[in-house]
């Protein structure tokens, strides 16, 4: 039975990769971080007895404390566990939240990567592990080329691509240093029922469904023209197995090849709740009006605004899927959203107490 460690387990990937990799039968071991709060929704599937799939056996799931900014709780949980992959989806993942803790951004996502890349390099385990990194289209930025793929030139806009550019090459130097099978898939958006409520598409999905059943008033969004190439985060941690499979360590940029903007992605989200929206106005005077009521249900708040942002990310999978045979349009962009409105409808109908204002979202 193969042995896979994942850091970020609690995470929207990290959730999805250990039900696939359980799914496979493997034995799965995830670190999470000790927090006030309940931290581990997205494993309930797996967690809660009833709910596992009669593919998961939940036996085969071990979570363990740890940090990857913790260097001697990642080496030693490394060195028990021996694992033969690991997985490193941990970070602070927010690009928005990067400009706010650049610092943090840069120790989460550079030097944890770091950190356990040289655990299985001093633990002796370079022949043994396979280790991919979560890398991100974010590297690409103010993008050099369009589409980009894995010869596109990297110009980062964040303090998240920054740090994020770091993992990219250490895990390479690795690679080239001292042979490991050490990979990066550049991973473009992807989306779930399971994004984080902060990220643009969860929150206008959320938002769609608390207007729609009278929960909430108005969406406040930042830059409306942003375009993005959107995936489904199921079909992507696929993606992550099949690069640790492939018999080369090599790196691969993960996308659909389809852009649309965050307009658009309001305007089918809304739709789907049935509200046709009509778009009025220019800049931070845009609105999205309910044609229906005659109603504001999208504004835009220049809070959400990024310092630098990134205006367009198209993604070139034609390595994944001649090497790897991967799918790209598994999902389609129309089918991503409908099932994240579906999960969201589902979830607002379930909401005892409402928050007053959801104004904290970013
Ligand atoms: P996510 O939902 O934000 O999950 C991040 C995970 O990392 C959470 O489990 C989080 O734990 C954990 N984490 C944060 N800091 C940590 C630390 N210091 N030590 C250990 N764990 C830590 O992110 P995601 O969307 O699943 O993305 C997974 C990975 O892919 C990330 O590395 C992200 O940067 C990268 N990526 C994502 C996308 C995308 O579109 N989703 C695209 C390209 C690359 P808590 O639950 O305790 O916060
Ligand atoms: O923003 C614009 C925003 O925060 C997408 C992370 O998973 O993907 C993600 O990073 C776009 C940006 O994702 C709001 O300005 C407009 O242009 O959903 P996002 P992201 O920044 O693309 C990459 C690949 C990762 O690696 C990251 O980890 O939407 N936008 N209005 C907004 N964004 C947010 N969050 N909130 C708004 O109100």
């Given at each position: 039975m193969k042995k896979a460690l994942i850091t970020g387990v609690t995470g929207q990937d990290g959730s999805y990769l250990a039900e696939f990799l359980l799914e496979k039968g493997y034995e799965v071991h995830g670190i999470i971080r000790r927090s006030s709060s309940y931290n581990q929704e997205r494993l309930e599937d797996i967690l809660t007895e009833e709910e596992?799939?009669?593919?998961?056996?939940?036996?085969n799931f071990h979570l363990h404390y740890g940090d990857v900014t913790d260097a001697l709780n990642v080496t030693r949980l490394i060195g028990e566990i021996q694992p033969d992959e690991i997985y490193?989806?941990?970070?602070?993942?927010?690009v928005r939240v990067s400009f706010d803790m650049p610092g943090y951004t840069l120790d989460v996502d550079a030097k944890g990567t770091l950190n356990i890349l040289e655990a299985v390099r001093i633990l002796g385990l370079t022949d043994k592990t396979r280790v991919y990194q979560a890398s991100t289209?974010?590297?690409?930025?103010?993008?050099?080329?369009?589409?980009?793929?894995?010869t596109t030139p990297f110009y980062p806009r964040s303090p998240y691509g920054v740090a994020k550019i770091y993992g990219f090459w250490i895990t390479k130097n690795y690679r080239e240093s001292y042979n490991m099978f050490a990979v990066n898939g550049i991973l473009f958006n992807h989306e779930s029922e399971r994004r984080g409520e902060t990220f643009v598409t969860r929150k206008i999905t959320l938002a769609a469904a608390r207007i729609a059943q009278g929960k909430q008033k108005k969406l406040l969004l930042g830059n409306l023209d942003s375009l993005r190439d959107w995936g489904y985060a199921k079909d992507y941690v696929e993606c992550m197995w099949l690069i640790l499979q492939h018999e080369k360590p090599e790196d691969f940029v993960i996308a659909t090849g389809e852009m649309h903007s965050v307009r658009e992605f309001a305007d089918l989200a809304f739709k789907h709740v049935g509200i046709e929206i009509e778009w009025i106005g220019h800049g931070i005077e845009e609105k999205g009006i309910n044609?229906?009521?005659?109603?504001?249900v999208v504004e835009v708040d220049p809070?959400?605004?990024?310092?630098?942002?990134?205006?367009q990310l198209l993604g070139d999978p034609t390595k994944a899927r001649t090497?790897?045979?991967?799918?790209?349009?598994?999902?389609?962009f129309e089918d991503l959203v409908r099932i994240m409105v579906a999960a969201d409808m589902m979830k607002v109908g379930n909401e005892d107490i409402v928050k007053k204002t959801f104004d904290y979202v970013i």
């Open positions: 596992a799939s009669v593919l998961v056996n939940n036996k490193n989806l941990a970070a602070q993942s927010h289209s974010e590297l690409f930025g103010k993008v050099q080329e369009v589409p980009q793929k894995e044609k229906a009521t005659g109603e504001i809070k959400f605004f990024r310092p630098a942002e990134v205006e090497l790897l045979g991967w799918n790209p349009t598994r999902t389609s």
